[in-house]
């Protein structure tokens, strides 16, 4: 990854002794990519030789945008060392200005597939479902993808260590139809070691869900982790790891009633019992607890109930307060029973979602 750019870096400087050696003013310190660009002048003194015919071979603006989108193409098609080659050539050639800023943010994306891909992923690992008011147990894995050891040195004094930037969100629904969130980061070292292809270095964290006894719903809470991981020293072979690794989140569904492991263990007859029995709590609670190829159907039955006669204002509520969820829309509510059962069979294989279903 350090090599990157090197190809623009070493034409930038030929270009400037170029130009020295034709007696032409300027500073002695090599100009960067973006200076080099913003200073035609300095090509433009150039004499005949090796930088005149860098210039005459320099990238036209259609032949910026045709290597951009071929780069676009190899990215989206899951090549990102492929799109990282195409953006190294096409600025070695110094393209346009317009045409260079776009290189080089397809650069940046391309970098980062790399990293994901090929060199190390950052997994956040957390328990589907928990109870509310106990300790969660979280662990970030950083996983090693590449055929030489990864490794996260010491730090030295002074120096920061390579850190997990945990960032958690906290999503508390209720039988109202409620719904409360907030979100907070925070710092984890990563404890030196060595993760050999294939393998791993954990970082185990622990959330205290007690301290939100104050906040407990009549429903359910969603804890999601997500964040970064910042190197600082981390290796992967001979090659030092700069940028930042995105987690792959994960989410917790987190319950602070008692007896919601039975209703885990049977969302879909709960549901129906909640129903029956005029219980908004378990009709919540039995929703969030079903699958999502459960869902759909789900959907459509609580779409049939909310349209009966005589319905409790609070099994209304609840009913409501599940549909959004369930449909993860915050009008899911208000969906026809044909668009929930469109969403129930785009649920089962090889069958789409239809269009304006809803």
Excluded at 171 to 196: K, L, Q, Y
């Amino acid at each position: 990854m350090d090599r990157i750019g090197g190809a623009a870096g070493r034409l930038a400087a030929l270009l400037l002794s170029a130009a020295a050696a034709a007696g032409c003013s300027g500073s002695s310190r090599p100009l960067t990519e973006e200076e080099l660009l913003g200073q035609g002048q300095v090509v433009n003194e150039l004499k005949p030789g090796a930088a005149g015919e860098a210039l005459r071979s320099a990238m036209t603006a259609e032949e910026g945008d045709a290597a951009a989108e071929q780069a676009e193409r190899l990215l989206a098609a899951g090549d990102p060392g492929g799109a990282l080659e195409t953006v190294r050539a096409a600025l070695a050639r110094i393209p346009p200005r317009e045409q260079a800023e776009r290189l080089r943010g397809i650069r940046g994306r391309a970098k980062k597939a790399v990293l994901r891909s090929a060199i190390a992923r950052a997994e956040a690992l957390a328990p589907p479902r928990a109870t509310e008011g106990e300790p969660l147990e979280v662990r970030v894995a950083l996983r090693n993808l590449a055929p030489v050891p990864l490794v996260s040195p010491a730090p030295a004094p002074g120096v920061s260590p390579t850190t997990v930037l945990l960032r958690v969100t906290r999503e508390a629904r209720d039988i109202f139809g409620n719904v409360r969130s907030e979100s907070w980061e925070e710092m984890h070292p990563v404890p030196a070691g060595m993760a050999s292809p294939g393998s791993a270095i954990e970082v185990p964290v622990t959330l205290d869900t007690a301290r939100f006894a104050s906040s407990r719903p009549a429903g359910f809470v969603v804890y999601t982790f997500g964040g970064w991981v910042i190197p600082s020293g981390l290796r992967v072979g001979d090659s030092v790891v700069h940028e930042r690794i995105p987690l792959e989140e994960a989410a917790t569904t987190a319950f602070p009633q008692r007896g919601w492991e039975e209703v885990a263990a049977d969302p879909s007859g709960h549901l129906e019992r909640g129903m029956r029995d005029g219980n908004p709590v378990r009709v919540l609670v039995a929703a969030a607890c079903l699958a999502p190829e459960e869902r759909g159907e789900a959907g459509a039955r609580l779409c049939r109930a909310l349209r009966a006669e005589g319905l409790r204002p609070s099994i209304e509520t609840s009913i409501r307060a599940a549909l959004r969820w369930l449909g993860e829309d915050a009008e899911a509510d208000g969906w026809t029973e044909a668009a929930w059962q469109a969403r129930a069979a785009a649920e089962r294989p090889a069958t789409a979602f239809p269009e304006g279903a809803r």
